[in-house]
């Protein structure tokens, strides 16, 4: 596969992803996890909106998909709020390591319903995964 912008954009996401682990352990030090996701979700209103006024955007109507993308952004809310409240407990070198294992659950979901495959290296992984997963909580 050829190295495009996605590579570019999926470094990006790391990157970024690895710094938004880190910021809510500092932020829940002042303020409380639920006071953190109002402002976290008020920061993403204010890139969306500067995202979406950038360019000619004009949104797309199909009832499954507006329906799964509200659900999208239920799910992802929740699991913000989750992670908000651990990493405000926790140890964010642990809670962070723990949750950015999600991948795991999207893989058996495509498994189970998308019906894809994975080969016996990758299934080995996965396991090594949650090996070092039980391995650094404890």
Same mark, same amino acid.
């Given at each position: 596969m050829k190295m495009g912008y996605w590579f570019i954009f999926g470094l990006f996401a790391l990157i970024l992803w690895g710094v938004w682990g880190f910021l809510p352990?500092?932020?829940t030090r002042y303020i409380e996890p639920r006071s953190v996701l109002v402002f976290q979700t008020i920061g993403s209103i204010l890139v969306t909106i500067v995202i979406l006024a950038t360019i000619d955007f004009k949104p797309e109507l199909h009832t499954k998909g507006v329906t799964? #993308?509200?659900v999208t952004g239920i799910i992802g809310t929740l699991g913000t709020a989750s992670f908000l409240y651990s990493i405000a407990k926790g140890k964010a070198s642990i809670v962070v390591t723990m949750t950015a294992l999600y991948p795991i659950i999207t893989i058996i979901l495509s498994l189970l319903i998308l019906k894809e495959s994975i080969t016996i290296k990758q299934g080995i992984a996965i396991i090594l995964a949650l090996? #070092?997963?039980a391995l650094f909580a404890s």
């Open positions: 352990k500092l932020a799964l #993308a509200i090996t #070092a997963m």
